[in-house]
């Protein structure tokens, strides 16, 4: 007999774009990235209030493809800044999709990926899911302290790209995802380092405002130094943040976040740009050997993934400094429409089953 088809809709909203695809399966026949001008967006005061004209561009774009309703098996989108939560494929409810309209998390375009599968799965009747959000939380106990009561260690890390490679790597090495050990660095605009212990991470640095600098968020920083500016009269709540998130790393000190550009000015001989540059790498390689306590050197292997995992400067650079800890394996980019499909596929073909929201490991 041969293999049940099913065709998935996946959504994942960024800031200026929807990005779109239909999988058949495993297989991606159509993908495609609608663009959202600031003119366009300029009229909503909110990233929520985008909600009804994102949909109606998503309608506008199967019909277009002459994708109809009837064809497909499932909607699923992006999760958003919501309740920590244990990582899986979670059905889209109206708590979620009330969290997102808050907001209480921050203000982000992924908030919008749960209410438009919803939206789009009510129209068609079709099931409607997210996979992994950003705020899957599944520290171990010490990991969640910090050294303020009152202000625990809080779990927001790249959990859709980091578990859909980490279920790539334990396929590569031959193992299940649930008994596999795993350091894994996500490497792009935001960087998350992450400990896999069995199938759970255990722990990961905060990637908006924690961990490594990267491109363009600033990571650790000495707080007091941070305390004297905030307090100094000279910059809005607003500026600070975005100082630190968005200006941050690279774009601080180089004035850019384009490590392409960055490379091209160390092969030219710039030895400042190139004293940065090896920061950044550091602080990446130090993260990932404090991974490595974390999994108290029962290590399967280290995995690099995310755009900057194309850099063969970063890689090499990396490995010199956390070569010892074992074997590495690289996964360039991220697919996250593909993980996205993929976690509803295992719920279509009943491998897993999808959980309610909120879920958590707690």
Request: hydrophobic share 40%; charged share 25%; with cysteine.
């Amino acid at each position: 007999m041969s293999e049940e088809k099913y065709k998935i809709l996946t959504i994942n909203p960024g800031s200026t774009s929807t990005k779109v695809s239909i999988f058949e399966n495993e297989e991606e026949i159509i993908g495609t990235s609608i663009s959202h001008s600031r003119l366009e967006l300029e009229p909503f005061e909110r990233v929520w209030d985008q909600y009804e004209f994102r949909k109606r561009l998503i309608k506008e774009l199967l019909e277009e493809n002459g994708i109809k309703a009837s064809e497909l098996s499932a909607v699923v989108g992006r999760g958003g800044l919501f309740r920590p939560v244990v990582g899986g494929t979670y059905k889209v409810n109206q708590l979620m999709i009330e969290d997102g309209r808050r907001a209480a998390r921050g203000e982000h375009a992924s908030n919008l990926g749960a209410v438009l599968a919803y939206g789009l799965g009510w129209d068609f009747k079709l099931p409607s899911f997210i996979v992994d959000p950003p705020s899957v939380d599944e520290f171990f106990p010490p990991a969640r302290i910090s050294g303020v009561k009152g202000i625990p260690r809080e779990s927001l890390f790249h959990a859709l790209n980091i578990k859909a490679t980490a279920r790539q790597a334990a396929d590569k090495i031959g193992k299940a995802f649930e008994d596999s050990n795993f350091v894994i660095a996500h490497l792009g605009g935001g960087i998350s380092v992450a400990a896999i212990r069995k199938g759970k991470v255990v722990d990961s640095n905060n990637a908006l405002s924690g961990g490594p600098f990267t491109p363009e968020r600033a990571g650790d920083i000495p707080t007091f130094a941070l305390v004297d500016l905030c307090f100094s009269g000279e910059l809005e709540k607003s500026q600070v943040k975005k100082m630190l998130v968005g200006r941050g790393g690279l774009s601080s000190h180089l004035g850019t976040n384009d490590c392409r550009l960055v490379e091209e000015q160390i092969s030219e001989g710039n030895k400042n740009v190139e004293l940065i540059y090896e920061a950044m790498i550091y602080q990446i390689s130090c993260y990932i050997g404090s991974r490595a306590v974390a999994l108290k050197g029962d290590i399967d292997a280290v995995i690099l993934t995310g755009g900057l995992a194309n850099s063969d400067y970063v890689v090499s650079k990396i490995k010199e400094w956390v070569g010892f800890l074992g074997e590495i394996l690289v996964f360039a980019g991220q697919d996250e429409m593909k993980a996205l499909a993929l976690g509803a596929l295992r719920i279509l073909r009943g491998e897993e089953t999808p959980r309610e929201y909120p879920e958590t490991s707690q």
